[in-house]
């Protein structure tokens, strides 16, 4: 159904900013939820953000304030914009998709990674003291 490629992570000191951008091959004029989830070293997978095709979002509670989460149609990427990084926000950060939920993305039941079905490789994000 669709093709997900992450990319933008990298490593950045602690109050500094990454963009991670999500490529949806095969989405263009399907409706669906997109979600950005993270995994830190020996902890479970974790929402970070989700948004449907009509625009609404969620957050996770540790997060909400210094990351966005927007889609851009012309490019057709879902981006996180992450400012004000801390260490504890280092983890590899996926990028998921999954129409069945649509438009229900930001109810509390679909934050959780085993709804979605399409998943990308992952990036890194490290971020130092």
């Known amino acids: 159904w669709a093709q997900l490629v992450e990319s933008g992570g990298g490593s950045v000191q602690a109050g500094g900013s990454l963009r991670l951008s999500c490529q949806g091959i095969g989405m263009t004029g399907r409706t669906y939820c997109v979600g950005w989830f993270r995994q830190a070293p020996g902890k479970p997978r974790e929402v970070v953000a989700v948004i449907g095709k009509d625009g609404v979002t969620n957050y996770v509670d540790s997060v909400r304030g210094r990351f966005t989460i927007s889609e851009d149609n012309a490019k057709n990427t879902v981006d996180l914009q992450m400012n004000n990084l801390q260490t504890e926000d280092t983890a590899i950060y996926y990028c998921?998709?999954?129409?069945?939920?649509?438009?229900?993305?930001?109810?509390?039941?679909?934050?959780?990674?085993?709804?979605?079905?399409?998943w990308g490789q992952g990036t890194p994000v490290t971020v130092s003291s």
């Open positions: 998921a998709a999954e129409p069945r939920r649509f438009p229900n993305c930001s109810a509390s039941s679909n934050l959780r990674p085993h709804v979605y079905d399409y």
